[in-house]
């Protein structure tokens, strides 16, 4: 993990200064949850709202089966149902966090302490029909191989919606998975808009992605 300063929120720079591992990240969001939004909302994060009309550009119909994988307080949530969707699933480490999400109304179903790496274990396979990601491909939060962990959800001809901060992608290898999933043909880069609005502490890029089958 980088030691310089990224964020000017301190809450914010000590999650992108966590170490990945499941247990430090879901305790530092148990105790971050009650302040999540303030600090986020404080900070023009703008991910959630980008990555939902993202999708409804590319998969209009309303009753969708949709997941948001690693929903934390469910920002993202609350941006599909204002689009309409009304079938959307959530799941997050922190079960703070997902308490949270419960109560905006805008889920069918949440689950807590679901580690993103194993959520095969917890959801069957090709079961969704878009699976959307924002905030989690981030810096101390999980590994890029976690993208084909979520494709493995999504149905043939289904949607992965992903964001990354740019410092997360130029740090890992993202790129590299991307590229195997690409050229094994599991999956089609169907969007990417790079240096993108994320947050006041930098952009994001954003991706769309459909599996193959």
């Not at 964020?7 to 969001?29: C, M, R, T, W």
């Not at 949530?77 to 959530?90: A, K």
């Given at each position: 993990m980088p030691d310089e300063k990224i964020?000017?929120?301190?809450?914010?720079?000590?999650?992108?200064?966590?170490?990945?591992?499941?247990?430090?990240?879901?305790?530092?969001?148990e105790d971050w949850a009650k302040n999540y939004n303030i600090d986020t909302t404080g900070s023009d994060y703008t991910g959630p709202m980008i990555a939902a009309k993202l999708l409804h550009q590319h998969l209009a119909a309303k009753d969708s089966k949709l997941l948001d994988a690693g929903c934390g307080t469910g920002l993202v949530?609350?941006?599909?149902?204002?689009?309409?969707?009304?079938?959307?699933?959530?799941f997050d480490l922190s079960d703070s966090m997902v308490e949270l999400a419960a109560a905006t109304g805008?889920?069918?179903?949440?689950?807590?302490?679901?580690?993103?790496?194993?959520?095969?274990?917890?959801?069957p396979a090709a079961s969704y029909d878009a699976i959307l990601s924002v905030g989690v491909f981030t810096l101390g939060h999980v590994p890029p191989g976690a993208l084909p962990v979520l494709l493995g959800l999504a149905r043939a001809g289904g949607l992965l919606v992903i964001s990354t901060r740019t410092h997360y992608y130029d740090q890992t290898n993202f790129q590299q998975v991307v590229d195997e999933l690409t050229t094994n043909q599991q999956a089609e880069l169907v969007q990417l808009i790079k240096d993108a609005p994320y947050n006041n502490d930098g952009d994001g890029h954003y991706w769309v992605f459909r599996k193959s089958g």
């Open positions: 964020s000017s929120n301190e809450a914010i720079d000590a999650a992108l200064h966590l170490d990945g591992d499941p247990e430090h990240v879901k305790q530092f969001y949530g609350v941006e599909l149902q204002s689009l309409g969707y009304i079938n959307v699933d959530g805008a889920y069918r179903q949440v689950l807590g302490s679901i580690d993103m790496m194993r959520a095969s274990q917890s959801y």
